[in-house]
């Protein structure tokens, strides 16, 4: 059956990028445990509405854990405290009545604030440009059966295909590192046939772009894979990293 | 006017190819002298950027979101469409193309669906190449499965996860496009216009959202792909950014908006539970596959599901519908679901809700085969109810999902407007009056990757070393138009928030003019409609400036589009009196219930005019003349 609650929310307002930032508290009344974390949200910010002041800007936008659009640190923690949850699948009943809760944006290098909890995340499709494809042309492909994919790898290629690309990982680690979502990128391209001949450049490019956005690297905390709300495995960067050190020793591309 | 869809002549298995070399083509030295703007970077709109830089063009993609990956087409789940027979059960071109039509209810045009089945081959080469996991059998080829309204296996799927590989197959090849300068993407922009020089389309007013900005874009031909207006109902399984703005200026414009009365209830959601919720979450319809749906026989039966002994439940799909069961089409298991609750069988707290139960599958096959198929579906389910699937039957209840309606296209997919371009589901093309599952991947995906790159060539063939320029004057008066409609919201001042008008204006759509209408319910819906839109730019509370990233004017913006493009939706309703696929009209149906069409009077499109606010728009019918099947009551016994 539904129940309420009541919380006290301390919420990061940003003007601009520029703006010093600081948190506001603000107190969420009669809360049903049937809400997700941002309808709960939603209903803030009616209420600033109509209070007259500004409500929080927040991202989002399909609602259902699938986009990466949202996300946000609660308590310090990306997507929040469930395991395997966008925030905008998180529902109150994972808390309890008279919670604090702080709420921040990802803090990370690469990624400024634009307002509040508006972060911009556009590094991450600079790496994708890098190197995240398939060179093929719509047009020019054979038939989809001629090459046979082992279910298996079809499997783990679907496994690390799957990242929304929050950016969660990078906001986990301490050192904001993206590793992980070039890892699934990479891992997803190079276990199937069609992304081999690519392989080596891909790794080599991708990570030098990571490098040059201001990514840290990867010091094996395991942060990332614990808040990855698809459950990305670690396993894809120990696979980039054998790309990215095959291609080094091997690859005519430097 | 004289609607010209531009069919073709000759054999309908032979109109494309022999269409494609009448087409004037442009020379590669050509292509890049032409830019083109593309608006929206779902499954339609990524694709055709992609393909279009491939071929050599200048693309500018905009999107609403922080990037290209993230449109709404990512949350698609069971499949994609195709004739590729591997299964040996009897597919063929004919036959994707023959459900396709039936499925919609005989409101599609021939020529344009049957291209579709002929391209839906080549979508499933292209995708496998850009390295999209599909499933695989244990030998490594393709899987498929089944899907609603048919009874061959011709569904390709990766996990529940269809929609959002294919985008990211489609926003990869951008990426790569914009590495190789083909492509510039303009993300957190809202098109708030369309530009018309000498009556053709060149350009676009767009909102910066960060900064407020208004800005011009110029181009040789726009395309829109700005997907479907299933947000007008408030509550739905659109994102929350979707919504009709870009289709609707382009209408105010003077581009034809057909059939917007074709909306499509998607029978397998997760049921609404409280005042607060902000959308609905849907559950791919590949769950049917294994999932029984059933009521409790006695109405107002409040048992938990399991102590419900089998002789007093009524699966009703099944014993309506023998030979399809739990996979008849969309609208047919929706309006199913809405009879059973309106007869007090309804389940759960709200009594709007049937059991989706899986029982027997895991009983069938295990577990773990289930989990495999459905895993993701499951866990998403369990996460928004709190309920485990695997041991308690899941709860479902239909919510608008899709739009068949759109912009008026014709078989080179322009509209009304010299070049403007729709793909997708911003148009109405292919789907008639009902859309079949895993249709709207091949629709985007066919649109973007295999017929616009080929049409919109001809159309710029004619135009080679005009000049565009955002200095023309036409671009400072829309501009113009677009400040002053901002100032105007931003300086209503009233007492209720947009997003308050906008759930009422959704609940005055979902009771009147939803799953089953009447001419009553349409009359008052529109005296509603034409209240609500009056009081809302009286009332409406919009916070903050224009120089800033402002949500509640962003929203407030759609908002007032929706009032008065629900109205042309109402109108839409009460000029089609029968009732065909989504389009259900109490006073047209068959003695079992089912919808009944006029053939002779309504076998047609309706494409509207847009006549100024407040007026009558203008109806224009194009005849759908059906030279290869036979008009036959749907029946899914």
């Known amino acids: 059956m539904t129940k309420t609650i009541n919380l006290t929310l301390k919420v990061w307002r940003q003007k601009s990028p520029k703006d010093k930032g600081h948190f506001e508290t603000y107190h969420a009344r009669n809360i049903s445990t049937d809400m997700s974390f941002l309808e709960m949200l939603d209903v803030i910010n009616e209420q600033l509405t109509l209070d007259g002041r500004e409500p929080i800007a927040f991202d989002h936008d399909c609602r259902e854990g699938i986009c990466g659009m949202c996300g946000a640190v609660v308590n310090g923690r990306p997507h929040g405290p469930e395991k395997e949850t966008t925030l905008c699948q998180l529902h109150m009943r994972h808390f309890k009545d008279g919670d604090v809760l702080a709420i921040e944006p990802w803090r990370a290098r690469a990624f400024k604030v634009v307002k509040d909890l508006v ?40 496994d690390a295909a799957q990242c929304i690309g929050c950016g969660a990982c990078v906001a986990a680690c ?33 990570i030098r772009e990571m490098d040059n956005l201001g990514f840290g690297n990867c010091s094996n905390e395991t942060e990332c894979e614990a808040e990855c709300p698809k459950g990305i495995s670690i396993t894809n960067i120990a696979r980039l990293n054998r790309e990215f050190f095959k291609a080094s020793f091997f690859a005519s591309e430097k | 006017m004289v609607l010209d869809a531009k069919v073709p ?42 393909t279009l830089a491939e071929l050599g063009y200048n693309v500018k993609s905009f999107c609403i979101q922080d990037s290209p990956r993230r449109a709404h087409s990512i949350a698609a789940q069971g499949g994609i469409n195709a004739a ?21 209810d005989f409101r599609a045009r021939e020529a344009n669906v049957y291209r579709l089945a002929q391209v839906s081959n080549l979508i499933i080469d292209h995708c496998t190449a850009q390295g999209i996991p599909f499933a695989r059998e244990y030998g490594g080829l393709l899987a498929n499965r089944s899907f609603g309204g048919a009874q061959v296996s011709r569904t390709f799927y990766a996990r529940g996860q269809t929609g959002q ?6 926003y990869s090849a951008m990426m790569r496009q914009v590495t190789a300068g083909k492509i510039r993407v303009f993300p957190r922009r809202e098109m708030l216009d369309l530009v018309l020089v000498n009556g053709h389309a060149k350009g676009i007013i767009t909102r910066n959202l960060i900064t407020g900005e208004l800005e011009r874009h110029a181009a040789d031909a726009v395309v829109l792909a700005t997907g479907g207006y299933a947000n007008v109902y408030f509550l739905s399984t659109n994102a929350m950014s979707s919504n009709v703005t870009a289709t609707y200026r382009a209408y105010k414009r003077g581009a034809f908006f057909a059939n917007p009365c074709f909306t499509q209830i998607h029978p397998t959601c997760i049921p609404v539970h409280g005042t607060y919720q902000s959308k609905l979450t849907l559950m791919s319809e590949s769950l049917r596959n294994d999932g029984r749906v059933w009521v409790p026989k006695k109405p107002g039966d409040k048992r938990p599901p399991n102590e419900i002994p089998e002789e007093e439940r009524d699966y009703y799909l099944e014993r309506k519908y023998p030979s399809f069961g739990n996979l008849v089409p969309r609208d047919v298991a929706s309006r199913n679901a809405k009879a059973q609750c309106d007869q007090g069988k309804g389940v759960g707290e709200t009594g709007l809700a049937v059991y989706l139960d899986f029982a027997d599958a895991i009983k069938r096959d295990g577990r773990e085969v289930i989990e495999r198929k459905y895993g993701n579906l499951f866990a998403m389910y369990q996460k928004i109810t709190g309920e485990d699937p695997y041991q308690t039957p899941m709860k479902i209840y239909p919510a608008v999902h899709y739009t068949m309606g759109g912009l008026w296209v014709d078989y080179n997919l322009m509209s009304t407007i010299d070049g403007l371009f729709v793909i997708g589901e911003a148009n109405f093309s292919d789907h008639g009056a ?24 001809d159309y710029l063939a004619g135009y080679l070393g005009e000049k565009v320029s955002t200095d023309h004057s036409s671009f400072k008066e829309v501009e113009k138009e677009v400040r002053e409609k901002t100032d105007r919201l931003l300086a209503i001042g009233g007492k ?24 009553e319910g349409l009359e008052k819906a529109r005296r509603m409609v034409r209240e609500l839109r009056a009081e809302f730019w009286e009332n409406a509370l919009v916070p903050g400036n224009d120089r800033d990233l402002n949500q509640s004017l962003e929203r407030a913006g759609r908002v007032a589009d929706f009032l008065e493009f629900a ?44 006549k100024g606010v407040d007026q009558e728009p203008e109806l224009h019918k194009e005849p759908l003349v059906f030279e290869n099947v036979k008009l036959t009551q749907r029946s899914y016994k």
Not at chain 1, 194 to 202: F, S, V
Request: net charge negative.
């Open chain 1, 119 to 158: 972060m911009d995340r556009t590094p991450l499709d600079e790496i994708m440009q890098a190197g995240g494809y398939i060179s093929v042309n719509a047009g020019s492909a054979p038939d989809a059966n001629t090459i046979p994919v082992p279910a298996e790898t079809a499997e783990l290629a679907m």
């Open chain 1, 174 to 206: 301490p050192n904001a590192s993206a590793m992980l979502f070039v890892g699934a990128k990479v891992s997803h391209l190079a276990l199937l046939p069609q992304g081999r001949p690519e392989a080596a450049r891909r790794a080599i490019r991708m």
């Open chain 2, 9 to 50: 002549g000759g054999p309908l298995a032979q109109k494309w190819d022999r269409h494609r070399f009448e087409l004037k083509l442009v020379s590669p030295a050509n292509k890049r002298k032409f830019t083109i703007i593309v608006v929206g970077t779902g499954l339609a709109g990524g694709s055709a950027a992609a």
């Open chain 2, 84 to 104: 590729k027979n591997y299964p040996n059960d009897g597919d063929s071109i004919w036959r994707l193309f023959y459900d396709t039509i039936k499925g919609g």
């Open chain 2, 165 to 170: 590989q294919l985008l990211l197959g489609a």
């Open chain 2, 434 to 457: 009902n859309r079949l599952g895993a249709s709207a991947l091949m629709q985007g995906l066919a649109d973007g990757y295999f017929i616009l790159p080929y049409t919109i060539g």
């Open chain 2, 496 to 519: 209720r928030t947009v997003d308050d008008f906008h759930r009422q204006l959704g609940l005055i759509m979902w009771d009147y003019c939803g799953m089953s209408r009447t001419n």
């Open chain 2, 567 to 610: 109205e042309l939706m109402i109108v839409d309703a009460l000029a089609r009196q029968e009732s065909c696929g989504g389009h259900f009209n109490e006073a047209y149906q068959t003695e079992d219930n089912e919808a009944l069409r006029d053939d002779e009077n309504f076998c047609h499109v309706a494409a509207w005019q847009y």
